[in-house]
């Protein structure tokens, strides 16, 4: 991404997990780690994919270092996709070795949405999550978690009107029962074609707002 990109490779339950740390400039306040996952790894989905740079290029303007890295059984990271339980364990993983303390941040587009959400509900109790951010969340193709009552104030949820991936009525039916607020993109596709630089200044937002 730029010359504050590290690349780096963690030892995981499937093998080695495939990383790249994206930090700030130094004369921004440092926030905290934000940890960030990726779209369906059947589906092309990769650290690299464009939703997922922009989600790391807002935090790392409010100040966060962004930690983006490959499921199992993409780019370099071992192992074989497993339905989003073992990269759960993967993410869990990311966190432990890269954010062990301080404030942390969660992020997820599609697929990686809901492997956020899973992974938010494992660590309640044990880590307090600053900012949940879940773009284009998969809530029609997989069981997307509930989310803690006390993040819902930190929560972005960030979906396009017109996703034919993954429709908005989809999120509506996860959001509805939790009445967590859903951001919608006016004409946007599940990639946000031509609508990343709202993207990111929506992200760029909720995390500057006050707790």
Request: proline residues 4%.
């Amino acid at each position: 991404m730029n010359a504050q990109t590290e690349r780096l490779s963690l030892a995981g339950a499937a093998g080695a997990i495939e990383v790249l740390r994206d930090r700030g400039a130094e004369s921004v306040a440092h926030a905290g780690v934000a940890v960030i996952a990726h779209p369906h790894p059947l589906f092309g989905g990769t650290m690299d994919n464009k939703v997922v740079q922009t989600l790391a290029r807002a935090f790392v303007a409010c100040g966060y270092t962004a930690i983006r890295f490959n499921f199992r059984g993409v780019g370099a990271s071992a192992g074989l996709h497993d339905e989003g339980r073992g990269e759960t364990d993967d993410f869990l993983q990311v966190v432990r070795e890269l954010a062990p303390e301080g404030l942390l941040a969660i992020a997820g587009f599609s697929f990686g949405a809901f492997v956020a959400s899973q992974a938010v509900t494992r660590l309640e109790g044990e880590r307090d999550v600053r900012r949940l951010v879940l773009v284009g969340t998969a809530a029609s193709r997989f069981q997307v978690a509930t989310l803690p009552v006390a993040l819902h104030e930190r929560t972005l949820v960030v979906h396009g009107e017109q996703d034919d991936t993954v429709p908005l009525a989809a999120v509506m039916d996860w959001a509805r029962p939790q009445a967590l607020p859903i951001t919608v993109v006016p004409g946007g596709g599940h990639f946000f074609h031509g609508q990343l630089p709202l993207l990111k200044s929506l992200v760029a937002r909720h995390l500057s707002s006050a707790d």
